[in-house]
């Protein structure tokens, strides 16, 4: 029902997120400190993102496709953005009194 | 909105107008059912990411004791078989019913062959008394408690990922029968498209998963 | 679009008698129907726990029931209360029947969804009433870890699969509710021209679909920690106890604006109808429904304010929940202005409506003590939160229930109720609501704290009010039972429109309503609520 994508594309596609896949694993083995954890989480979104837009044809969807297919991710963002405010910021303020 | 005085077609629900509408419903209804997975999944990261923050020596160590192998082919299994789903989508909205069929097959075929590696892994892991609970041993670095919770997240994610797959598979039969029964046509594919939005949703959650837990630290090995 | 009534109509209600008709239906307003019996069990279960315990506690000492059982009670009551009752109430009842009407659609998107919807939600529901016998829980209905994961002895693990699974019949209503009002609406209506009915269901939507799974996830997480010890909660292994609170409460809290939200749409439409105005601020009233199904999902560390939560999160989402309180006020404000120079007439319905407005501000403002810091520090789990939420709870959500029930009863039955009886019965449910709860804020600020089995003798005299109270609610709630069910036989012939309301469910759809809702797709060309060209 939705205009058809060209299979060119499809192929394109599959060849970026096998050679994403090959560098992940590769870029695993290389120390970079704690840029590997957001190397690899990079990897992902933008993989994420490719199967996104072109597979499951958000690219060529209305806006409010596009809208219910983010806001999953911004909410998840969301919920860890204020859980992690708890853990992280165990050590930032001092309560005045130790509490129960 | 046409008021439809020529003949209905056969795959048009009767609440609703043309197949446009219903074609429309149907796409946002998948993704909005999409939206909701992604927060059921999204709470199992969450739990990931608080673990993983504490206790991340322990994270490296267990990872180690994954296959990378294993999980490496199974990535690239799932890939492949988004572009085989991709592909099922576009014929059945070409109108291809033996092309349709053949990618479904495929697509069926690795979803199988992704479940039969889990399967390998999972009976590995179990030989190793690696699953948590009173009769999990460990004889890695780190603290074991730690690591047996690494192994509780990677069974629950893999685990909750694996029942999506298998209903996947479900969902890809139904389909062949529907096709083979010449349901589809260039005037109405919906429910490939629909399984197809499903299929690379469950695929983008291994895309994740496999950094998240086959990957951490594989430097300091 | 005139409706001349002669001869008895074709109506969704007389068209076929069948059991398998009722059972088997994909028609919306069968479907609301059936979780209108079925949501009025789970009200009398979780009512008469209500009584039991309320009992108990007239006297300090425990006499009625052991203590064990009083947990098990009080657990029973907020499990099927939240989950059965006030969260499927207006919902998938009101929202079920009228939406597609409201709208000018035949059906919701996927009436077979719907379908499925109310059959999961007997299947959760029937497995709860299996957990409460099999053992019961006595969790409270938070299923707190450690306590719920590893010490309780009670059916943690059925109670837990029953929420999972009711879970999803929440999910499938927020789902079809989403797509029918983005897809199905009649043509020329716009979204400025939806009714604020609506829009409060889209908000509520929308907070379904994403909070709901979280909490299937939660509990699925707790089952699999208690039954098999993969140790996500369990402080032993690492786990963390507070990440169940935090995951539990990303739901639970905005689970609160669920069952509000559809209320507070129920209230706009009988506001405009009884003082034939239209709602004052609409786009207001619209965009706030919006901003608290949003504002809502950051404020859950409340409840984690004693739970070892930071200090710096504690306030932030301090701060947040005041906010919270800015949308919800601008409403209540807004219904206020519409009565001004409104010509009110005093049926039920308006009668529950300003029940709503002042007991749902008490209940909004003593949230407000509860969002600070350090007052939370003296009333946290103290009788306090339970008279706030309850407030908020019955003075609200049931309040709005009723009120909606009583305007659309024509409408869903053809027939009238006891406009006598019925106010009797708002009496009665006012006054015992007041009475049950408002001796509670003083207990909670006196110190006694929620949940306990034994309390100290001086504050018999508070409980004794309370327990008092409950009884005079307890018979409130039961009068309508009675003169609703008689009015089906014997009640007045409804008219097409016996408020004069506007609204396409009143003007155009027949009274009840054709099994398609309509003969012919409605072309709307006004706002909603147009009202004002008559009244001034």
Known sequence: MSEAVPLKIYYRIFSALMVLTAITVGIAFVDLGYLNTFVAVSIAVLKATLVLLFFMHVKYSNRLIWVFASAGFIWFIIMVAFTMSDYVGRTWVEAPIPLP | MSTSSESKHPALADHFIDLKQQYDSAQLGMWSFLLTEVMMFGGLFMCYIVARSQFLEAFVDASHHLSIGLGGFNTIVLIVSSLTMAMAVHSASEGHQKKTFKFLLGTLFLGAVFLGVKYIEYSAKIEHNNIPGDNFEWHGVAN????????????????????????????????????????FSKEFSTPVELVGLYWHFVDIVWIFLFPLLYLIGRHSA | MSNDTSSPKVNYLNNDYSIKSWLLTVDHKRIAILYLIAISFFFLVGGLMAVLFRFELATPQGDLVSAETYNKLFTMHGMVMVFFFLIPSVPAVLGNFLLPLMIGAKDVAFPRLNLASWYIYMLGGTLTIFAAISGGIDTGWTFYTPYSSTYANTAVVTAGIAVFITGFSSILTGLNFLVTIHKLRAPGLTWSRLPLFVWAHYATSIIMLLGTPVLAITVALLAVERGLGFGIFDPNLGGDPVLFQHLFWFYSHPAVYIMILPSMGVISEIVAAFCRKRVFGYTFVAASSLAI????????GHHLFLSSQSVFAGMVFSFLSYIVAVPSAIKVFNWTATMFRGSISWETPMLYVLGFIGLFSIGGLTGLFLANLAVDVHLHDTYFVVAHFHYVMVGGVIMGYMGGLHYYWPKITGRMYNEFWAKISFLLIFVGFNLTFLPQFVLGQLGMPRRYYFYDAEWQTLNVLSSAGASVLGIGYLLPVIYFLY?????KIASQNPWGAKGLEWEVADTPPDPHNFHEIPVVTEEAYAYAKEAH
């Open chain 2, 144 to 183: 074991p408690a730690n690591v047996e919770l690494f192994f509780g997240l990677y069974f629950v994610m893999t685990g909750l990922h694996a029942a999506h797959m298998i209903i996947g598979g479900g969902l890809l039969i139904w389909l062949m029968v529907l096709n083979h029964k010449g349901r």
């Open chain 3, 293 to 300: 199904a949003v504002i809502g999902f950051f404020v859950w």
């Open chain 3, 487 to 491: 009015s089906l036989k014997n009640g």
